[in-house]
Nanobody
Framework: EVQLVESGGGLVQAGGSLRLSCAASGFTFDDYAIGWFRQAPGKEREGVSCSSADGSTDYADSVKGRFTISRDNAKNTMYLQMNSLKPEDTAVYYC?????????????????WGQGTQVTVSS
């Protein structure tokens, strides 16, 4: 059974940092594209960052220079380091995996999803 379990969300002041983790099981993590997405109230789910199986990465313009995605294939875990957080980063954050080599920021491409973790940035 495929499982993705996020952790690390919480409440932080603007300018602060959080690190999200996503533990994966039930599939060959090394071979999958992975991504982080977020959904704010009343808005559509949007791509934040993604990593292809070869480790190449992409970021939404809104988070470039502030967020860093990484993957530890030995631990079947992906991370999202979020620095210089802004109130507009407030959302439920989801990790996802796609049975493809290359990763994209389109949530429609992803096959497996975590349950989400809330990130709230206060001003």
């Amino acid at each position: 059974e495929v499982q993705l379990v996020e952790s690390g969300g919480g409440l932080v002041q603007a300018g602060g940092s959080l690190r999200l983790s996503c533990a994966a099981s039930g599939f060959t993590f090394d071979d999958y594209a992975i991504g982080w997405f977020r959904q704010a109230p009343g808005k559509e789910r949007e791509g934040v960052s993604c990593s292809s199986a070869d480790g190449s990465t992409d970021y939404a313009d809104s988070v470039k220079g502030r967020f860093t995605i990484s993957r530890d294939n030995a631990k079947n875990t992906m991370y999202l380091q979020m620095n210089s957080l802004k109130p507009e980063d407030t959302a439920v954050y989801y990790c996802a995996a796609d049975r493809a080599y290359y990763a994209y920021l389109d949530p429609r491409l992803y096959d497996y999803w975590g349950q989400g973790t809330q990130v709230t940035v206060s001003s």
